[in-house]
């Protein structure tokens, strides 16, 4: 099951920390989200889109607002007030096909810094989660097997922006914006240096969804045999948002 989110006629307002404001073509924006949807579908996704009503610029990424696992849903508390009052709608989905736990003040965490590898949990120590989001997610996790471990961010928004799995086994990573210490226990792959936010693919269904404007970083995905499909996200990069932030992916 692949949850999305249509793209807010306001996504000209979105939040940006680390990119400068260019304008966003909405209905290139819409047709590039589209075809991440088809690749989703083509993936063994059934793709669910929810609608966006209030004037929520940010709320085509899903990903910070929910972390769902097979046994539970944590409902986030978003890092910029901004984005607080887009989890309502995703917590009243979400309440269909799993028991709801959230993240209460003063824990703030993005979906986008929680990397889950199999039993593995990773939470990147960002601007947008602090110590106290990822304690309580520990904590909300743990009865389940999960370890959750702290991993520090910098250069980047997101965790996931400097590191995705590519396979139940292999990391994507930049280790400019992530240590590579953190991650011994997995084959890495790291991104060519000339395309640092190249970490952030989306792995599912026995293939890789990977962003067309990072040609020498996929290269090197092929070389360990893995099937890339690769699509245009430009419009929604403009945005700060990377592949993995526009769905919630989680077996049904
Ligand atoms: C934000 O700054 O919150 C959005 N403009 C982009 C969020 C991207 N989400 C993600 O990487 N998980």
Redesign the pocket.
Known sequence: MALTREISPAIQQ????RLQRTPIDLERARAQHAAYEWALVGAGCTVRRLDTTDPL??SV?V??IAVVLDEVAIITR???QA?RSETSAIAQWLANVRPLRDIESPGTL????VLVVGRDIFVGESD?TNAAGAAQLRRLVSPYGYTVEGVPVTGC??L??AVTAVSEDTLLINPAWVSADRFGDYTLIEVDPDEPYAA?AVAVGGKVIYPAAFPRTRSRLETHHLAVEAIDVDELAK????L???SLIFNM
């Open positions: 979105c939040q940006l920390t610029p940010d990424f990903e910070d978003p890092g910029v984005r993005d979906g986008g810094d947008r928004l997101h996931k922006s952030n945005a700060e948002g990377a993995t932030c526009c």
